[in-house]
Nanobody
């Protein structure tokens, strides 16, 4: 079993920056891919960014060039640096970890961008 603890998020003005982190803990697990998703009110959850165990990254078109995903394998932690934030980035952000071929979700953290 893997537990995920997210931190970061909050309220920021448009054009500002925020950083999210998600730490995985548990016993006897091998993390494969890590990623971030978000869900805005009334919308479906969507993928934001993804990073493989080898460090290959992928981004949603709407955040490419503004968000950066990274990971620290020694700490089993994934990060999301969000710059040039827009009001449409407002959502609950969830980390997702694939560990030992099973998927796990964080509890979610609110990001609100005011115009």
């Amino acid at each position: 079993q893997v537990q995920l603890v997210e931190s970061g998020g909050g309220l920021v003005q448009a054009g500002g920056s925020l950083s999210l982190s998600c730490a995985a803990s548990g016993s006897s697990f091998n993390i494969n891919a890590m990623g971030w998703y978000r869900q805005a009110p009334g919308k479906q959850r969507e993928a934001v960014a993804h990073i493989t165990s080898g460090g290959t990254t992928n981004y949603a078109g709407s955040v490419k060039g503004r968000f950066t995903i990274s990971r620290d394998n020694a700490k089993n932690t994934v990060y999301l640096q969000m710059n040039s934030l827009k009001p449409e980035d407002t959502a609950v952000y969830y980390c997702n970890v694939i560990a030992s071929l099973r998927g796990y979700w964080g509890q979610g953290t609110q990001v609100t961008v005011s115009s």
